[in-house]
């Protein structure tokens, strides 16, 4: 799963493998059934957590639709890992629950995007999408959560470091993409801006995300924050 590069946006559906794990069979089949009359290849599902841990590797899905309320393992344990041994793995969290500290605890696991299940069907299918794309996606209010927090954290002071690593040096081109991703800009929109290609605007996110050792868009989105390239 490691391995897997990023998706061009030109890609057909079908070329996009999902897993749905679910603990409700008619909604887990439902979800299942939408995702694949859209177009997408739909790999697997899971009922329980442990299961969906077992699975995923074996499948090697794009995007894991996950629930957070899990019989076996909460979802958030799940998103954590399997993103942490698999980083090309995108997660959008499907869930009934909107409060913010689900929101907030499954971003800080590595989930891409958080939708809640009252979303219509149109509305996860691009979703889904876009998650693959590499494209944060959250239910609308959502989003400015997630900013706000990466912001108050960014306020907190660091913890002192005897031997602080060298700052990675990036090209002025992935500064610029770096500062409006910090915006929420998509990569459509960020492509649009710079009048580049949408596949340039990822290789310079997959570039800087190696040179500042970081895992995926929301540690990016995180490490401009700190450094208060959002304002700029």
């Known amino acids: ?32 059934r939408d995702l694949a009359a859209a177009g997408f290849d739909v790999v697997a599902t899971a009922g329980d957590g442990p299961e969906a841990v077992r699975r995923a590797p074996a499948v090697s899905p794009h995007v894991l639709v996950l629930d957070l309320n899990l019989p ?18 995108r997660v959008l969290v499907l869930s009934a629950s909107g409060e913010h500290a689900d929101v907030l605890e499954a971003v800080k696991s590595g989930a891409t995007g958080y939708l809640l299940k009252s979303a219509g069907a149109q509305e996860l299918i691009d979703a889904v999408r876009r998650t693959a794309a590499g494209d944060p996606v959250f239910t609308p209010g959502l989003a400015g959560l997630v ?4 912001r108050r954290l960014a306020t907190d002071p660091a913890p002192a470091a005897s031997d602080e690593p060298k700052v990675p040096q990036l ?3 992935e500064t610029e993409v770096l500062r409006l991703v910090a915006k929420g800009l998509s990569y ?7 009048v580049i290609s949408h596949r340039t605007v990822q290789n310079h996110v997959q570039n800087t995300l190696g040179k500042l050792q970081l895992h995926n868009r929301v540690e990016l989105v995180r490490y401009a924050i700190e450094r208060g390239l959002d304002d700029v």
């Open 147 to 150: 900013l706000g927090e990466y």
């Open 188 to 194: 459509k929109q960020i492509a649009e801006r710079l």
């Open 72 to 89: 076996g393992m909460p979802g958030v344990q799940v998103c954590k890992e399997l993103v942490g041994a698999h980083p090309a793995l």
């Open 1 to 32: 799963m490691s391995g897997r590069t990023e998706l061009n946006q030109s890609d057909e559906l079908h070329e996009i493998k999902v897993m749905v794990v679910d603990d409700h069979p008619m909604w887990r089949d439902a979800v299942a």
């Open 171 to 173: 090209t002025d081109r």
